[in-house]
């Protein structure tokens, strides 16, 4: 079977690395096409991990360029600008998956949190990335919006009981990310001196994965809940954390529950004791473990950031868009010890 060429644009960052390091040995994509907004270098100087390993020259972006050598584009771009980028690949009949959140939210929701939309027309097009939910609509797919870190690990969580939750009752959700999360981007907080040893929360009951979480859900259950959503950041380098808390209508079996929702998914596991990060860093699995009091519900996810929750996942959607087998290169061995 021929191999499908690919492009990668924005190869600067550390989900522009993950797409890289899973393409690389894909037994379907051939990565053809790599670029930044600046180009004029190898791919290992770029990122010297790979240094021996791929040395593919670094491009400067150009759309009609992605055209004449890839079938398919991954958008590692910062939102805003990927939707420009996006707007011209689909034109000239490119399939796209965007790791932005360019296309994840419904027009008006985008515009509140984010910015003014510049493609709108696209935008009714998109299907929201996230297998367990949308995988039928994927498949016939020409523009993926890639979920986010946080509503990835969270939505998953939540999903099984959504039927039974008390429409009344807020959902609570305490999230805790590695500091990759935040960026290649030197910051303030993520300095060396501010964050080890130490754990903070960053934008309490605002941060833009919010109105992502309570729309998808929305959208699945067809009623409207209030999200509580606090994230914080964790002293290690990759992985994520998310504790849900729920009240139902009445007492379920919530491990039954559980484990009858994902018994066909091949990167939902359930776990028998709380989950860890360690367990799922380097995969595209989402652990989950879920315990109750009554009709109390703790229900909580981990998976890796930079893979379940950007670049495995979208080489996972890649693989539904062309008709491979949803598990195809994706990694499945997590980085324990």
Known sequence: MAKIDVAIIGASGYTGLELMKILINHPHFNITYIATTEGGMKASELHPSLLGVFEQEVLKADASEVAKHAKLAFLALPH????????????????VVDLSADYRLELEAYEKHYCEHEDKEHLKEAVYGLPEINRAKIKE???????GCYPTASILGILPFLSYLKKDAPIFIDAKSGVSGAGKKPTPTAHFVSINENIFAYNPLKHRHEPEIAEKLRLVSGHPFEVNFVPHLLPVSRGMLVSAYLQTNEVIDAKATLQAFYKNERFVRIREVPVDIKSTAGTNFCDIFVSQKGKSIFVSSSIDNLLRGASAQAVVNANLMCGFEESAGIPIIAYVP
């Open 80 to 95: 805003k600008a990927a939707m420009g980028f996006a707007k011209e690949l689909l034109d000239l009949h490119v399939k």
């Open 141 to 147: 797919a020409n523009l993926i919006a890639n979920p």
